[in-house]
């Protein structure tokens, strides 16, 4: 079965010349009708082999396909093809196996959405995809989200300000401070982590980039100043050395913990971050290293580890840990 982007567009070329009762269609015309839809559709000249047309005729007959009737009429010593039932048509014939499963998956991406502020038009595109697709509508997938996060409602205004190029005025309260302040942004990324939604724009007055919770945002309005669009930053890479969405400027560093063999299954198979590797397995624990920026998101998931994890190296780090865990005893100690 053919699987590459262009099987759709061959499989109604050959549905039209299978269709045209009035033209006899060889396999070289077959090929170039291939060619030729291609080429319409993508704007480049393509050169579909021969072997490609038959795979695709024999899926347009398969039970997993279209179960089309595809007849090989002999005119001396070549063969021409047409459709058994002149009344056959791709377009008249339902969802194939292969389709159906490309709109359930569509689905399940949906659902990541439906319940959202501003996304309300999730649930009405997932009915009429649900009816398409012939299934019952039953939920058998959920990811986490808190519907009741403030600012969920900034993300269809901050996405199309990302999607469109425009400049937004943002009003922001930062964490401890009672006073907002407004700045001027050029939005680029919208990123969720710890069921929080995180904004990453350059502010106009600085060219610095800010990283926003949307949570505290308080207003967005769109500007007409020109937009600086992002040319420096990947952001397929810029988390890659951080837990979390706080990158600060400062040196990747090895972290060498020590894990309790309770835990390690659980760490083993939900590592802490992507550069962790096993360095020995010992009696009772196990000791992995890491390669990374330390920041707040990486120091608490240790702490919420508890006495399964303990920082060996760097000492900095081991030092900071032991602060932390000090000053959450103090607040028991006066506990009666």
Request: with cysteine.
């Amino acid at each position: 079965m053919a699987t590459n982007k262009h099987a759709q567009i061959r499989y109604h070329a050959l549905n039209d010349c299978f269709c045209n009762t009035g033209r006899r269609f060889y396999m070289e015309d077959l090929i170039e009708a291939c060619n030729q839809a291609i080429s319409d559709h993508s704007g480049f000249d393509m050169e579909v082999r021969r072997r490609q047309v038959f795979e695709d005729i024999k899926f347009m007959e398969s039970e997993r396909g279209y179960k089309a009737d595809i007849v090989r009429h002999k005119d001396g010593k070549r063969v021409y093809y047409r459709y058994g039932d002149p009344k056959f048509s791709l377009m008249n014939r339902s969802l194939n196996a292969q389709e159906l499963e490309q709109v359930n998956e569509v689905l399940i991406t949906l659902s990541r959405f439906k319940g959202m502020p501003q996304f309300e038009w999730i649930a009405d595109i997932s009915s009429r995809l649900h009816s398409i697709s012939g299934r019952e509508e039953v939920k058998i997938i959920d990811f986490a989200q808190n519907q009741f996060l403030k600012g969920l409602d900034l993300i269809t205004p901050i996405f199309n300000a990302i999607f469109f190029k425009r400049v937004l005025s943002v009003e922001y309260l930062r964490f401890n401070e009672k006073k907002s302040f407004k700045m001027v942004a050029h939005p680029y990324y919208l990123k969720q982590y710890n069921l929080r939604w995180f904004l990453f724009a350059k502010e106009d007055s600085t060219g610095k980039l800010a990283n926003l919770a949307l949570d505290r945002i308080i207003g967005v309005t769109e500007l007409s100043n020109p937009y600086r669009e992002n040319k420096e930053i990947d952001f397929g890479e810029y988390f890659e050395d951080v837990v979390g969405v706080t990158v600060l400027k400062k040196p990747v560093e090895k972290i060498r913990l020590w894990v309790s063999e309770r835990l390690w299954p659980y760490i083993e198979t939900k590592p802490i971050h992507e550069s962790q590797k096993q360095l020995k397995q010992v009696k009772d624990h196990i000791e992995v290293e890491l390669e990374l920026i330390v920041n707040y998101e990486f120091t608490s998931q240790l702490l919420s580890h508890g006495d399964g994890i303990r920082v060996l190296e760097p000492q900095s780090l081991a030092e900071e840990m032991k602060e932390k865990i000090t000053a959450m005893l103090a607040r028991y100690q006066s506990i009666a």
